[in-house]
């Protein structure tokens, strides 16, 4: 079964800069669409940035032009570089194939403060 290591979430001022960073396990990673998610308070999960396996990139209105998804394949690793971050960014960030697994990592927490 394939498993994701969220990291890198923290509290940030808005208008900050975090880079998240998602471990995966698994020999088909390079092969594979990845994605960045978030789960806000009392709001559905959400698809926020996703990347090819030809690293094509598609984001989601709301973080277009901030947020910027990148792949490292020798580490099985994907990222998420959040920039001109808003308190609306607030969430618990996960990463997972797109289309996802059943299989969610904790995530990691992204809180943005006034």
């Known amino acids: 079964q394939v498993q994701f290591v969220e990291s890198g979430g923290a509290l940030v001022q808005a208008g900050g800069s975090l880079r998240l960073s998602c471990a995966a396990s698994?020999?088909?990673?390079?092969?594979?669409?990845m994605g960045w998610y978030r789960q806000a308070p009392g709001k559905q999960r959400e698809l926020v940035a996703h990347?090819?396996?030809?690293?094509?990139?598609n984001y989601a209105d709301s973080v277009k032009g901030r947020f910027t998804i990148s792949r490292d394949n020798a580490k099985n690793t994907v990222y998420l570089q959040m920039d001109s971050l808003k308190l609306e960014d607030t969430a618990v960030y996960y990463c997972?194939?797109?289309?996802?697994?059943?299989?969610w990592g904790q995530g990691t927490q992204v809180t943005v403060s006034s």
């Open positions: 997972n194939r797109v289309p996802s697994t059943t299989s």
């Open positions: 698994g020999r088909t990673f390079s092969i594979r669409a």
């Open positions: 990347i090819s396996s030809a690293h094509s990139t």
